[in-house]
């Protein structure tokens, strides 16, 4: 079973960059497709990112677009997300979570692996 550890939260001024790293433990992370979500005080938990299991397919929530850029390194058993340009309306808890399969899927159901998250918060 893979486990997910998150890091490289903090607080950053906006416009400011962060780069979160998600490591996970196993032989099998390339099996896996990981993403991105994020849960700010109030708010359901939303997707930002996602990634295929060779990294070659991603997939972006639309307010991250252009901004944002996930990528993985399966030697490392390792996914980041590299945050540019961030605003105050990007801070939250950053989950990574990752499932077995052949494509890359959106939805917080569809992923049974999560790791315990990190704060990242963004000041005006």
């Known amino acids: 079973q893979v486990q997910l550890v998150e890091s490289g939260g903090g607080l950053v001024q906006a ?20 993403a991105w979500f994020r849960q700010a005080p109030g708010k359901e938990r939303e997707f930002v990112a996602a990634t295929s299991r060779n990294g070659i397919s991603t997939n972006y929530e639309d307010s991250v677009k252009g901004r944002f850029t996930i990528s993985r390194d399966n030697a490392k058993n390792t996914v980041y997300l590299q945050m540019n340009s961030l605003k105050p ?4 808890v ?4 990752a499932r077995i399969s052949l494509v890359v899927v959106t939805t917080r159901a569809s992923y049974n692996l999560w790791g315990q998250g990190t704060q990242v918060t963004v000041s005006s």
């Open 89 to 92: 309306e990007d801070t939250a």
């Open 15 to 34: 416009g400011g960059s962060l780069r979160l790293s998600c490591a996970a433990s196993g032989r099998t992370f390339s099996s896996y497709v990981v």
């Open 94 to 97: 950053y989950y990574c979570a």
